[in-house]
């Protein structure tokens, strides 16, 4: 359920109508709704009200300041996986206690960045990742709160390029041999065990991979007490999906029973890093229409490319895309394509789309997570504004940036 809908033929976000922003901030622009962010961050987190749970929201879905305030009002923590995830995070007013920080490829720099933040907890991804944590924390006469990302090697049956929980994808440690890594964590002097953590993926439709997982992860956690280790923490990861064409992913309260049954007993806060199922329905990107031409192929060609929305080309997901005032009954399959000198640049290919003109305005739906964090510069192109409907109100969150932001940093003869 969201807050994009037709009235009288027009597309509507909550209570403002598309073009009316459109007019305003100029396109291509992402649109969030307020009304639809709190709605999903509620279905999520309450789902889970009543077992002690921490929701992390994966900032990398979407990272935009406002969005992760709202969040953080509503007792989110974070999932992070850089420094500047973190700065975003901290600058949002996100608790330091509620942020864990995943992620193969942690510098120096940013362990201790995060150290000296306070966060709750790394996850650890390899034994070199346990030892240089080790010597920053020392260096800090600190301690660190760690838990290993196990990979409990189970198939998330979803792109291969968004599955983490194989044996053959370079996230986490191999479950069968976390146990001795445990050991050596425990006995270093600045490293302190707090948990377990496991991502197998993203995009998942079935609850049956998270709950295989959760098994195999829970009787590792049982395995670690008998050796004297005990784990406060229990990280699920996010990776729950969304309709973007005819997937029936469990709602929220579906994949919640099933994790609080698989847990019973265990005496673990959960914590879960949800990013899709909360904003990837909340967002659209809205864009018009340059030209068009057919050349034996239709092309309709929009002022929105893969540097904007760059999961059509990177994955060759599907995003429905809507004409923002309402079909008309002709229809003829085409190519939704856009500006960048690529011919993988396409928003949709093969589509059965509406017959449009120059100056229509499109809607790209499911675009609000992995769209403008995924967005770009290729081609020089300045990235889209964000805007934010609420009620009958819309804000920019993130002004469009301009040509003076291309070049900013870069020294040439013009440029300081
Ligand atoms: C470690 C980790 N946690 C959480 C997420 C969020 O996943 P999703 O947006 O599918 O919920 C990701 C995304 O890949 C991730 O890598």
């Known amino acids: 359920m969201n807050h994009f809908d037709y009235k009288q033929g027009l597309l509507y976000a909550e209570d403002v109508p598309v073009p009316v922003i459109a007019q305003a901030v100029g396109t291509p622009f992402y649109l969030y709704s307020a009304a639809t962010l709190t709605r999903h961050f509620q279905a999520v987190d309450q789902a889970f009200a009543d077992v002690d749970h921490i929701t992390c929201f994966a900032v990398k879905s979407c990272s935009n300041l406002s969005i992760l305030e709202m969040f953080g009002g509503m007792g989110s923590g974070a999932d992070i996986v850089s420094g500047g995830e973190l700065f975003r995070a901290v600058k949002a007013g996100i608790a330091p206690k509620k942020i864990v920080y995943s992620g193969v490829g942690k510098t120096a720099e940013e362990l201790h960045y995060a150290l000296t933040t306070g966060i709750l907890m790394f996850n650890v991804e390899s034994v070199q990742e346990l030892a240089a944590l080790q010597e920053v924390a020392a260096r800090l006469n600190l301690k660190a709160p760690v838990a290993l990302r196990v990979n409990p090697d189970v198939d998330p049956q979803t792109h291969a390029y968004i599955s983490t929980g194989l044996a053959s994808n370079k996230f ?49 956690i049982k395995e670690l007490a008998k050796s004297g280790i005990e784990i406060k923490y229990l990280d699920m990861g996010g990776g729950l999906g969304i309709q973007y064409e005819q997937e029936k992913p469990p709602p929220p309260a579906e994949y919640a029973a099933a994790l609080k049954e698989a847990m019973a007993g265990l005496d673990c806060t959960l914590i879960i890093e949800p990013g899709r199922v909360i904003v990837g329905n909340a967002g659209i990107l809205v864009t018009r229409v340059i030209y068009t031409k057919a050349t034996g192929k239709n092309f309709i060609i929009v002022d929105a490319g893969m540097n904007d929305l760059a999961r059509p080309s990177l994955y060759n997901a599907y995003h429905d895309i809507l004409p923002v005032l309402e079909a008309r009954d002709d229809r003829q399959e085409a190519d939704i394509v856009g500006p960048i ?76």
């Open 172 to 220: 986490g440690i191999a479950i069968e041999a976390a146990a001795h890594i445990y050991q050596a964590a425990a006995d270093m002097a600045n490293i302190e065990v707090v948990g377990v953590s496991c991502h197998i993926g993203s995009q998942l439709t079935t609850v049956a991979p998270f709950i295989e997982s959760l098994h195999k992860v829970i009787g590792f």
């Open 341 to 416: 000198c690529e011919s993988g640049d396409f928003l949709a290919r093969g589509r059965m789309a509406p017959v449009c003109e120059p100056g229509d305005l499109l809607a790209v739906m499911s675009a609000g997570a992995y769209g403008f964090t995924m967005s770009s510069n290729y081609n020089s192109r300045p990235r889209a504004a964000e805007v934010m409907v609420k009620g009958g109100d819309f804000q920019v969150i993130r002004k469009r940036e301009t040509f003076a932001d291309l070049i900013r940093g870069e020294t040439g003869s013009e440029n300081g």
